[in-house]
Structure formats: C-alpha cells, structure tokens
C-alpha cells in the first residue's frame, strides 16, 4: 500500500498461560518486558501504564528503552443492563485521561469476557444473540465514548470472540448507530475470522473509520474443528488457533489492503498464544514478518 503504515505490538505473548488464557503475571516486569519488545524488532508498544508507575515514570521508562506509544485499550465490563453502567464510564473516563497525558488521541474498546460466560464455553457461534441487549451495549458504548471524547481521547470498537459484540452483525450494529466522529472501528483480524466474518469486507465498508488494526493470525482449520466439536474458547485456542503473524491461515495482507492508501495508523501484532514456545522467539518472528511486508518508506 502507498501509506506508510506504523508497527507496534501488544506483547500477551508473554501473558499466555497453561490454561489457554491470559495472566498478566507471567509477563516480566516492565522494564525487562520494554527491552525485550525492542531487541526483538519492534520500536513501539501498546500504550499501558504499568501498576504502580505514573504516567511519568513510564514514559521515562519507555525513553530509557527506546520505545513509542500506539493506542491502548479499555474492557467495558457491563452488558449495558447491568447496573454497573454508571462505574464502567467513570472507569472509562479515567483511563481516557490518562491515556490523553501520554499524548494518544485514539483507544481500543471492547466487552469483557470471563472463563464461565456462555460464549466463552459456545466461542465464535453468535450463541444466544439478542438485539435488545446489542441495542443496551450500543447505548453504553455511545455514554463512554462522549466522556472519552470530552478527555480529547476517540474510542475504536473491537469486536471480540466470547464477547456479547462478537460477530460481524453486532459489530456493523453498532458501528451503524454511532458515527465515526464518536466512535472508530479497531479490526481484528483473528477474532473476526474466528467468528466467520468476511474480514476483508468488512475492514473495506469501515476502512475511513480505522485507526489501527490488531493483527492476529490463526489457523481456520483449528477454528472449524473446534466449532464441529463444540470446542470451548480455551479448548480451541489450546488446540492451536493462534500463530505468528505470517504462519497461519489468514490472508493477511490481503486483508490489510483493503484499508485507505494512505493509512498511516498502526498495525499492531497480537499473539494471544504464541506457537513458537519462546515468547520472545515469536516476537522476533513476528517483527520480521510484519517489517518484510510493510518496509517503512523514506
């Protein structure tokens, strides 16, 4: 593409535990864990402010290792019905605060998931679909992203396996009710794969919307096997669904290309489970791929 993409990488390769999920805890400690993303090749993170540390320290840290921001993410944790609305914008308004202090004008945002919810057990099926609850979540998502926008922060929406906006439909539902100037598109393109959405299409039908991509490969046999056997979330991501960035079953530069020519956002890597044992090996990986086939341009 003619636009100079910027690279970055979200590192839960680091996070991914036995269980087929993700435990923070596993991962080095920030300092460590910022060295090791640029000696593997990347020169800019997702933006997250480690606990305990200001925003300041944390931007000391990332100059000392030599590293830039790209936008970060905040899990609404409410189904919109919940009663838990009122906390989850206020949470939201936090986070958009900070995330302006670190000088980003743009977040992810996507629903929480739990390892007992129903599509977390019944992963990338649309199980129990229900327009009235999309129709709360929209309402919910519409409240944070006017108290976001109001920090000079612009949330970006994720569909996300196990989640109630997993599927294609409900991510165009929402997108459709909220314009672009309250609220952006953050594809994945696993997650929506998995989930059976045309990825391709639907990066193109939003594409003047998207302000960076979570680049995720898998393995859409794994996906398919799974659904067959009615696989849960963690069964099927044990079984082999994610891979590096170029080692899957996506087309991913074709998928990417049906973004504007001149995209300039990021395309931020993902490696939920890294298939390369050594976190840092799949880091390295990951990095080679991504800057083979988006060299920067002069």
């Known amino acids: 593409m003619p636009g100079t993409p910027k690279i970055a990488l979200n590192p839960i390769q680091w996070m991914a535990s036995a269980d087929g999920w993700l435990d923070p805890s596993l991962a080095p400690e920030p300092k460590q864990r910022l ?6 090749g990347f020169d800019a993170v997702m933006a997250e402010v480690p606990a305990g540390f200001t925003v300041e320290q944390y931007l000391a840290l ?11 993410y905040f899990v609404v944790r409410s189904d919109g019905r919940d009663g838990n609305q009122a906390d989850v914008v206020a949470s939201a308004t936090e986070v958009a605060r900070q995330h302006a202090q670190l000088g980003m004008t743009e977040i992810g945002l996507g629903l929480g998931m739990a390892k007992d919810r129903p599509r977390v057990l019944r992963p990338a099926q649309g199980y129990d679909p229900d327009d009235s609850r999309v129709e709360a979540v929209t309402a919910l998502i519409g409240q944070i992203s006017d108290a976001m926008l109001a920090e000079g922060v612009r949330p970006s929406l994720h569909p996300h396996v196990g989640t109630w906006i997993e599927t294609e439909e409900e991510g165009r539902a929402v997108l459709d009710a909220l314009p672009s100037s309250r609220l952006g598109f953050l ?8 989930a059976g959405a045309d990825v391709g299409r639907f990066v193109k039908d939003y594409a003047e919307r998207i302000p960076f991509v979570h680049v995720k490969d898998c393995r859409l046999s794994v996906a398919a096997e799974g ?14 669904l994610w891979v590096e960035p170029g080692r899957g079953e996506l087309d991913l530069a074709g998928i990417i290309g ?3 020519s001149e995209f300039d956002g990021w395309l931020m890597v993902e490696v939920d ?3 390369i044992a050594d976190p840092y090996e799949s880091a390295q990986v990951s990095a080679r791929w991504m800057h083979s086939t988006y060299p920067a341009q002069s």
Do not use: M
């Not at 060295?35 to 593997?40: D, G, M, N, R, V």
């Not at 594809?187 to 998995?194: F, K, M, S």
């Not at 659904?227 to 082999?240: F, H, I, M, P, S």
């Open 187 to 194: 594809p994945d393109t696993g997650h929506l794969a998995w």
């Open 258 to 260: 049906n973004l504007p």
């Open 273 to 275: 489970r890294p298939d």
């Open 62 to 72: 990332l100059d000392e290792t030599g590293l830039t921001l790209a936008p970060g």
């Open 35 to 40: 060295s090791l993303i640029k000696q593997a």
């Open 227 to 240: 659904r067959e056997k009615d696989w849960g979330y963690q069964q099927t991501v044990l079984a082999g």
